[in-house]
């Protein structure tokens, strides 16, 4: 999976574990994707990278990220 992809897929994953409390992936495949992402990222990180967002009471804007995509 590109760094590209995997940013999607995460954010997308967010949105279903957040949004819709409907899981696509366990907890901990998640944090090994995360940090999977986070090593490709280095110091070359894009504010728009999943490692970025602060999850929580709003939830994950997935449509919004999607749109600008």
């Given at each position: 999976?590109t760094?590209?992809e ?6 997308k994953?967010c ?7 409907n ?21 070359n990180?894009?504010?728009?990278s999943?490692t ?18």
């Open positions: 999976m760094q590209e995997l940013k999607r897929y995460l954010i994953c949105y279903w574990y957040y949004n819709q409390a899981p696509l992936i366990s907890d901990y495949k998640f944090d090994m994707l995360f940090k999977e992402l986070q090593t490709m990222e280095g110091d990180i894009d504010p728009t999943p970025q967002m602060i999850y929580g009471e709003r939830g994950v804007q997935y449509e919004d990220w999607a749109k600008e995509r």
